[in-house]
């Protein structure tokens, strides 16, 4: 438990600062990281059992994202860059999605987690890698067309772990939304995510016998300190550095690094 505290410590901070220097949200290095850290831990039987270490993972990342979105939201409320007449309607469907992820990965196998989040990271970082842009913003689709995105994203955001900007910010764009009022949308529904979700996770994981001591469900609790403490710290630090480092190249060998590791975990 020790080793996992002090291995999160530091794990915080590499989150912190890679989200403030590439924009990148942390589930991406979060749940991998702890897929491998996990293992690690003793139990009473002596192993921690395959099947509730991708769940871990995926709660223990959203459960540390509920601050720091909180924090960023909070920010974007300040600057103006939430509308939210468009917002509010889409954080209730996204929600109710992270809400229902938490529960479908509870019944999914460890090796379908495993492949699903894999799959995504690897869409995911491709998109990163080749820089997609669309050539025309279209309109704004109906209200409804916008809630079924929102409540999709949710679901796939609890199921990776993440607080879906990644996904979001993308398609906002792509139909038009100004990019500053897109990521405002994405990280106030971030937000709704990571609570709702790890909130799913709580409660799907409470009657888990497989669970280690210091869980709450399927959270974590040493390694969600120990990420806390450092990667709200980190992030400006990060941030600072983005106006002085190549990020456009840096970007693009974490998103080969993202593959590489994303090949690895459906092929162990």
């Known amino acids: 438990m020790l080793f996992i505290l002090m291995s ?51 709660a223990t990342s ?17 600057n103006n860059n939430i509308p939210w007449q468009l917002a509010k309607p889409l954080m209730i469907l996204v929600a109710l999605g992270a ?14 987690l495993t492949n699903f989040f894999a799959v995504a990271v690897m869409i995911l970082a491709s998109y990163m890698l080749f820089s ?7 309109q704004l689709p109906s209200q409804i067309k916008l809630q079924a995105i929102s409540f999709v994203t949710g679901v796939v955001a609890s199921l990776m772990g993440m607080a879906g900007g990644a996904i979001l910010v993308p398609v906002l764009t792509y139909f038009g939304i100004p990019l500053r009022h897109g990521i405002g949308i994405a990280t106030v529904c971030g ?7 790890s909130f799913g996770y709580i409660l799907s994981g409470l009657d888990n016998q497989l669970l280690p001591h210091w869980s709450l469900g399927y959270v974590y609790l040493p390694a969600l300190l120990g990420l806390v403490m ?39």
């Open 62 to 78: 959203l459960a540390a994202i509920v601050m720091t979105s909180s924090s960023a939201a909070l920010a974007h409320h300040k």
């Open 132 to 138: 997609i842009r669309s050539k025309r913003s279209r």
């Open 8 to 58: 999160c410590i530091l794990l915080g901070a590499i989150v912190g600062f890679l989200a403030g220097l590439l924009g990148i949200g942390g589930g991406l290095i979060v749940v991998p990281a702890l897929v491998y850290l996990l293992p690690t831990l003793v139990v009473e039987s002596g192993v921690l059992s395959n099947e509730v270490i991708m769940p871990m993972a995926l």
């Open 99 to 112: 809400l229902l992820g938490a529960f479908i990965a509870d019944l999914l196998s460890a090796k379908a």
């Open 230 to 268: 450092t990667s709200s710290l980190f992030a400006p630090v990060g941030v600072k550095f983005a106006a002085k480092l190549p990020v456009q190249t840096l970007k693009k060998c974490f998103a080969v690094f993202l593959i590489l590791v994303a090949m690895k975990m459906i092929f162990t």
């Open 191 to 197: 937000v709704m995510v990571a609570l709702f979700g």
